[in-house]
């Protein structure tokens, strides 16, 4: 029979070790200011998608470049609602703004499109994504840019 402080002693370990393998929370943090990750994350991946319109993929190559764009617009939701993003001004992104909010989730759906119809390998489909696409960009700076420039 194994002592009472000895049972005790081991079970404190592997509650110890237990503790010990559980990973921190995650919790997002922004680095860049808003402006930054749209011209280095938003800009120049729907530029690869609307440019489709006057070009169309001719290879995998060039399919594999509408796939990769198509994920960061999807992702890019996700990067412009980190709590604490801040604006180019050093205010804060309006991310508890619902209309903010709401024109931002329409970013993951128009890269899903968008990669849906690239993964089929569609020039239809990757046209039609377009629509998706500019339409959230527009209905965001309507309301968030372009009025804060008058």
């Known amino acids: 029979m ?12 592997l509650g110890c070790a237990a503790i010990a393998q559980t990973p921190p929370a995650f919790t997002p943090k922004p680095y860049g200011n808003l402006k930054q990750v749209m011209r280095s994350v938003l800009l120049p991946n729907s ?4 440019a489709l319109q006057d070009n169309p993929p001719k290879n995998e190559a060039d399919w594999q470049n509408v796939v990769n764009a198509s994920v960061a617009i999807e992702e890019s939701y996700n990067l412009i609602m980190i709590p604490g993003r801040i604006q180019s001004n050093g205010q804060p992104a309006p991310v508890q703004n619902a209309d903010y909010a709401k ?16 993964l089929k390998k569609s020039k239809d489909a990757v046209m039609n994504c377009t629509d998706s696409l500019t ?5 965001c700076h309507k309301v968030f ?4 420039q008058k």
């Open 135 to 139: 339409q959230a960009c527009d209905n």
């Open 2 to 13: 194994i002592p009472k402080s000895t049972q005790l002693f081991f079970l404190l370990l």
């Open 103 to 118: 024109f931002a989730a329409a970013l993951a759906p128009a890269g899903r499109d968008c990669l849906m119809a690239a």
């Open 145 to 148: 840019r372009d009025q804060a």
């Open 47 to 50: 530029s690869v998608i609307l």
